[in-house]
């Protein structure tokens, strides 16, 4: 698919999104059909009969069947907000239609809550499209690239190797007309046999043709089936250069950019899979900007309660 097309998609409009989700009723509804697509359906009993009420204007629904009474956003990446839905969807609606990252700061600010319930707010989506990620596997023929994340480190060695530096893995899935496809941006530890040979286990479909530099530790690939092409970059030959690696740099480069310029490089160490995550998850669905927004909004309605405290912990 060629670039133009898409930067030229329609996405979903300002005025489209206010007319759909513009109210708490109309995000109620929006958020019921993606919790429940095949109408209620009890935790407990898995009842189809039920009622509704509201309870301190939040929407519940009681089991006829066993009295099990669920709101609409317990247990969901919504569950115990103090926010409106609408705020909800409107985070959701910038995080999916931007072609840039947005920043904790500009989410309060388009939002207008505090800094804490925006920061809640980014984090937690971030996981729900990080989560979402996890899951995608590249096949075919793939470039990957070792890069680094961050790096306002003005004592530290340059390139690899360098100090206070988030290390990660990226690779692009090419099609027959040598378009890129899919990516998977993942953090490791480092660049190691075994780092590499888990991450392609995870990542990469058996008979994957890999293409990378001379950089040792992608000979691990093979331990997840792939075929290995090795070129070796050095002596006037710079990867930049080379045309195997053109859609891995080019990606590489947009990535760093809008990363590194939205965000805070202290954050990086802490939190880089899901800021990764998100520019990841952006990437594979932007050939439907206009349907990503629903989908968010389904996988937010499936991923369970990610409290504050567990997103600080950081872990992956
Ligand atoms: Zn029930």
């Excluded at 929407?59 to 009474?69: A, D, E, G, V």
């Excluded at 996981?127 to 899951?135: G, K």
């Excluded at 998977?184 to 530099?213: C, H, I, M, Y």
């Amino acid at each position: 698919m060629k670039k133009n097309r898409i930067q030229l998609q329609e996405g979903l409009s300002l005025n489209k999104f206010i007319a759909t989700y513009g109210t708490e009723q109309q995000c109620e509804v929006a958020l019921e059909k993606s919790r429940w697509p095949e109408g209620f359906r009890c935790p407990k009993c898995n009842s189809e009969r039920h009622s509704c009420h509201r309870r301190n204007n939040v929407l519940i629904f009681q089991c006829s069947n066993c009295r099990k009474q669920v709101s609409l956003t317990e247990g969901t990446i919504f569950h115990s907000t103090k926010l409106t839905l609408v705020q909800w969807f409107q985070a959701m609606f910038f995080l999916t239609q931007n072609k840039n990252n947005v920043s904790t700061l500009e989410l309060k600010r388009h939002i207008g809550v505090g800094y804490s319930a925006a920061w809640r707010l980014k984090h937690k989506l971030m996981q729900v499209m990080y989560e979402r990620e996890t899951t995608t596997i590249l096949s075919g023929r793939v470039e990957i690239d070792d890069a680094y994340l961050g790096g306002a480190n003005p004592g530290g060695k340059a390139g690899r190797g360098s100090e206070n530096k988030v290390p990660f893995i990226a690779a692009i899935q090419t099609n027959s007309k040598h378009n890129p496809i899919y990516a998977v941006f993942s953090q490791v530890k480092n660049f190691s046999l075994d780092e590499v040979s888990s991450w392609a286990k995870r990542s990469l479909a058996p008979g994957t043709e890999v293409v990378s530099d001379g950089l040792h530790c992608f000979a691990a690939v093979a331990d997840a089936g792939c075929n290995h092409q090795r070129e070796v970059v050095g002596k006037g030959r710079k990867s930049t250069d080379m045309e195997c690696f053109t859609w891995v740099n080019t990606i590489l480069g947009n990535l760093k950019t809008a990363i590194n310029g939205t965000y805070h490089a202290f954050d990086f160490e802490k939190y880089a899979h899901r800021y990764l995550g998100e520019y990841q998850y952006r990437f594979n669905r932007r050939f439907d900007l206009a349907s990503m927004f629903p989908r968010l909004v389904y996988a937010a309605a499936h991923t369970g309660c990610r409290p504050e405290s567990w997103l600080r912990l950081a872990v992956d």
